[in-house]
């Protein structure tokens, strides 16, 4: 089982970046994914999350309107569409696949904003 985000990077406030992670070793296309960020200091938080097929998604308060979740089961993959970035979006985000009892995390990738 594997779970590989990847897009992290530096970039300016107000800037976009957009997050992948693609899974291996599982059936993707049954599990939920989520996405949760972890800042220097701080508890990891959860970010946004998407059901199994696509049709539902949420997200955290301080994310909303500015961040898009989405998933491509035929490629295995789960996005993070990032816009307008504020330095307080600065963090480690790891990926995190769920289905009843079972989850796994990725590694993690890191944003960092900052002028």
């Known amino acids: 089982v594997q779970l590989v985000e990847s897009g992290g990077g530096l970039v300016q406030p107000g800037g976009s970046l957009r997050l992948s992670c693609a899974a291996s070793?599982?059936?993707?296309?049954?599990?939920?994914m989520n996405w949760y960020r972890q800042a220097p200091g701080k508890e990891r938080e959860w970010v946004a999350g998407i059901t199994s097929a696509g049709g539902v998604t949420n997200y955290a308060e301080s994310v909303k309107g500015r961040f898009t979740i989405s998933r491509d089961n035929a490629k295995r993959t789960a996005y993070l569409q990032m816009n307008s970035l504020k330095p307080e979006d600065t963090a480690v985000y790891y990926c995190r696949a769920l289905n009843m009892g079972r989850n796994y995390w990725g590694q993690g990738t890191q944003v960092t904003v900052s002028s």
């Open positions: 070793g599982f059936t993707f296309s049954t599990y939920a």
